[in-house]
């Protein structure tokens, strides 16, 4: 909690909720305590925000009465926090066309950089190995494996290609199509999605850093990520 809070464990000794969290405010609480009181259990996602900071929190918890004497005297639970799959599904939700989708998808679950999504060309796609081979930072040669999202994801973008993109790069400038995006267009394009989604601009590499921690938290092993 002190890490949520953004605060050394000592000060957060002796203080009231309240002046830590901003929302759930006191009355949003205890209008859904008789509810859980005769339920004496609750599962759902609760929102988050501290006052310390700006940002929102997601947490899906699991909470349950504790009994005594046949009345509820306290409450244990677990929760885990899923603010980056919220904000990711959010993403893609906005995504409205098929190159936006397949980019964002790109970023999100293989964790590519903007110059790597931005270098893309059909012939990095290995349709029989399911793999995605490209160029990497320092001109090192990568390959990863392609995901049934990512992988529907480039056939989407496949079938909604325009018939005036002939190059060889996978994404395509929306208002010229004959010619590939670039970094600069793949920047705007994140920033522009962001600002619908979530209220706020959000940087490239920050889709890197959620993929790197969805993989993370999936795996529990830094190697692998």
């Given at each position: 909690f002190a890490e949520l809070a953004e605060l050394p464990f000592s000060d957060l000794l002796g203080r009231n909720?309240?002046?830590?969290?901003?929302?759930?405010?006191?009355e949003m609480a205890y209008r859904a305590l008789?509810?859980?009181?005769?339920?004496?259990?609750w599962q759902g996602i609760l929102r988050i925000r501290m006052r310390k900071t700006s940002g929102v929190r997601y947490f899906d918890c699991t909470l349950r009465g504790v009994v005594k004497d046949g009345k509820v005297v306290g409450?244990?639970?677990?929760a885990r926090d899923v603010r980056y799959e919220r904000e990711s599904e959010a993403l893609r939700q906005v995504a409205t066309n098929a190159r936006d989708r397949c980019a964002i998808s790109a970023m999100l679950d293989l964790g590519l950089r903007v110059s790597e999504v931005a270098g893309l060309r059909l012939s990095n796609i290995d349709w029989s190995e399911q793999v995605l081979r490209f160029q990497g930072k320092g001109g090192r040669h990568a390959e990863l494996p392609l995901s049934s999202r990512v992988r529907s994801a480039i056939e989407h973008a496949l079938r909604h290609r325009p018939p005036t993109a002939t190059h060889d790069h996978l994404l395509w400038n929306l208002r010229n199509p004959s010619k590939p995006i670039t970094r600069w267009g793949l920047w705007r394009m994140v920033r522009r999605l962001g600002l619908k989604a979530l209220g706020r601009p959000v940087h490239p590499h920050q889709l890197r850093h959620t993929c790197g921690s969805a993989l993370y938290r999936r795996y529990g092993d830094i190697a692998i990520v």
């Open positions: 909720l309240e002046s830590i969290i901003e929302e759930p405010t006191r008789p509810r859980f009181v005769e339920r004496r259990f409450v244990s639970g677990l």
